[in-house]
């Protein structure tokens, strides 16, 4: 990787509002799973650069709050740069868009 190549910032997509924009193209779990979400669990989320392709990405849940989960990045990015598997992230239920149990 390039010294020269610029962080990318970005933000993460809500899961929700993409299911009720197209819900025949996206489909995301339930409320109920969603709340079920505990350490150890695998959740996918979509990250949203400022310029480019949306991507997803899997993160490892390491702390489970009321209203704000925190997870580490599974894996590196094809795409977003400055962002690295074992990266701290932080996010709300809303932005699930799938999960695999720990």
């Keep these: 990787m390039s010294l020269f190549r610029r962080r990318t910032t970005w933000t993460l997509a809500d899961g929700v509002a993409m299911h009720a924009a197209a819900p025949d193209r996206v489909r995301i779990p339930s409320d109920e799973a969603k709340a079920a979400?505990?350490?150890?669990?695998?959740?996918?989320?979509?990250?949203?650069?400022d310029t480019g392709l949306a991507e997803r990405v899997w993160?490892?849940?390491?702390?489970?709050?009321?209203?704000?989960?925190?997870?580490?990045?599974h894996?590196?990015?094809?795409?977003?740069?400055?962002?690295?598997?074992?990266?701290?992230?932080?996010?709300?239920?809303?932005?699930?868009?799938?999960?695999?149990?720990?």
Excluded: C, M, N, Y
């Design 37 to 49: 979400v505990q350490v150890g669990d695998r959740v996918k989320l979509v990250v949203e650069p």
């Design 59 to 73: 993160v490892r849940v390491t702390e489970v709050g009321d209203g704000e989960l925190e997870g580490s990045l």
């Design 75 to 102: 894996s590196d990015p094809a795409e977003l740069r400055g962002l690295h598997a074992g990266d701290t992230v932080r996010f709300e239920r809303r932005h699930i868009v799938a999960i695999t149990p720990g």
